[in-house]
C-alpha cells in the first residue's frame, strides 16, 4: 500500500435507515481504505449497524458514536468520535456521498501542511437536473469566497485542543472551520482541488431547499442580501416587464461562467450548470424567506425530530469561549471503551 496510508485518516459518520451495501458504496470503501486509515462512525440502528459490519467492516474500522459525543447534528458526535481514534494528525472528514480519488486525498495531506484546516472542491457525478440545478449555487459561490462542501481537511490536535466543535448548530462545517480559525488556525480553500460528489434523490434534493437558506443566518450580511432578490425581482418585473428579468438573468449565468472558469472547473462542471444558476437564485430569492419565516413560527428549522435555532456560532462568541477554555477534548481518553465498540 501507499506510504499516504500512514499519514491520513479519512472518518466517515453515518446514520442509515436502511442497509448501506450497494457496490458503489462498497467499492468506494476498499478504494479508501487502501490509501487512508478509514473509520466509519455508524450511528444506524442495531440491525442495520450489523449488517454494515457483515458487509464492510473487515476493510474499515467500524465502531459506534461515542454516547458522550451525540449531538443534535449527529454528524459532529461521528466526526469527533472518529478523530478522537484517529493514529494521523491530518483528518478528511467526509459525508457519505463523498468520492475521493487517490489524487484528491493527496492533495488534501499535502494542503494540510501550511493550513489547520482545507476545504476541497465539490462537484457532481453524475449529473441528474437535480445536480445541474445545484451546481448554479456552486459555481456562483466560487465567486464569493468558495463553496462549501461536504468533506473537509483538518488537523486532529487543534481541534481537539479548541475541544471539538458544536454540534447544536446547522452549518456544522462552517461551525468546524470558524472553531479552528477562531484558535489560531488557517483556513485555506482549495479551489482547483476537485472531489466527486454522488447526487441526492429527487426528494432528498428539495427537502434540503429551505434548510440551505437557513445556513444562510450564520452570515447575516448575505442573508440580508439575499432577501432582496425577490421584491427586487418583482420591482424589476412591474417596471422592465420580461426583458428586465432576462438580461439579470444573463448577468448571472455570466457570473456563474466565471465561477466555472476559475481554477479550470470547466473540466467537471458542465456548461449546463451556468444556464441553470438564474433558476438557483430564483429558489432561493423565495427561499430565504421561507428560512425567515421558519425562524419567526418553529424558532428555528426542523432536523431529525427536533427544532435547530442556530446555523453556526457567531466568531466573536468563538474566539471569547476559547480564549477562557482549557483543552478537555484529549484528556482523559478511554481508549479501552471505545476499543470494545470496535467491530469485525
Not at 153 to 178: C, I, K, S
Not at 217 to 223: A, E, G, Q, T
Amino acid at each position: 500500500m501507499p506510504d499516504l496510508q500512514r499519514r491520513v485518516t479519512y472518518v466517515l459518520p453515518i446514520c442509515s435507515a436502511h442497509p448501506r451495501t450497494d457496490g458503489d458504496f462498497c467499492d468506494y470503501l476498499r478504494r479508501v481504505s487502501a490509501i487512508a486509515e478509514t473509520i466509519v462512525v455508524d450511528g444506524s440502528v442495531t440491525p442495520v449497524f450489523e449488517e454494515h459490519a457483515h458487509a464492510w467492516g473487515s476493510m474499515v474500522i467500524h465502531i459506534r458514536p461515542r454516547a458522550d459525543l451525540v449531538t443534535p447534528m449527529g454528524k459532529v458526535g461521528g466526526a469527533l468520535t472518529g478523530i478522537r481514534l484517529a493514529s494521523y494528525d491530518k483528518i478528511i472528514i467526509a459525508d457519505d456521498d463523498i468520492r475521493y480519488d487517490e489524487a484528491g486525498v493527496v492533495a488534501i495531506e499535502n494542503a494540510l501542511d501550511h493550513a489547520e484546516v482545507v476545504r476541497p472542491q465539490n462537484y457532481f457525478s453524475p449529473t441528474p437536473w437535480h445536480a445541474l440545478w445545484d451546481s448554479g449555487r456552486i459555481l456562483l459561490n466560487r465567486i464569493s469566497g468558495g463553496d462549501w462542501p461536504g468533506t473537509l481537511g483538518v488537523l486532529r490536535e487543534p481541534l481537539l485542543q479548541a475541544g471539538g466543535y458544536d454540534g447544536t448548530v446547522m452549518f456544522e462545517n462552517l461551525e468546524l472551520v470558524r472553531t479552528i480559525v477562531a484558535s489560531g488556525g488557517r483556513e485555506e480553500v482549495l479551489l482547483d482541488t476537485y472531489v466527486a460528489r454522488r447526487p441526492s434523490t429527487t426528494r432528498h434534493f428539495f427537502s434540503q431547499r429551505v434548510r440551505q437558506a437557513y445556513d444562510e443566518f450564520s452570515r447575516p450580511p448575505r442573508l440580508a442580501f439575499q432577501l432582496t432578490w425577490l421584491p427586487a425581482a418583482i420591482i424589476a418585473f412591474r417596471l422592465g416587464g420580461w426583458k428586465t428579468l432576462a438580461f439579470a438573468a444573463v448577468i448571472i449565468m455570466a457570473l456563474a461562467e466565471a465561477g466555472r472558469r476559475r481554477g479550470n472547473a470547466h473540466r467537471v462542471f458542465p456548461f449546463a450548470g451556468s444556464l441553470a444558476s438564474p433558476a438557483w437564485v430564483l429558489e432561493r430569492a423565495i427561499c430565504a424567506w421561507l428560512a425567515v419565516g421558519a425562524r419567526i413560527t418553529f424558532g428555528g428549522i426542523p432536523y431529525r425530530g427536533t427544532i435547530l435555532s442556530r446555523a453556526a456560532t457567531p466568531m466573536s462568541v468563538l474566539k471569547a469561549r476559547l480564549a477562557s477554555r482549557k483543552p478537555v477534548l484529549s484528556e482523559n481518553f478511554d481508549l479501552d471503551r471505545l476499543e470494545r465498540s470496535i467491530v469485525g
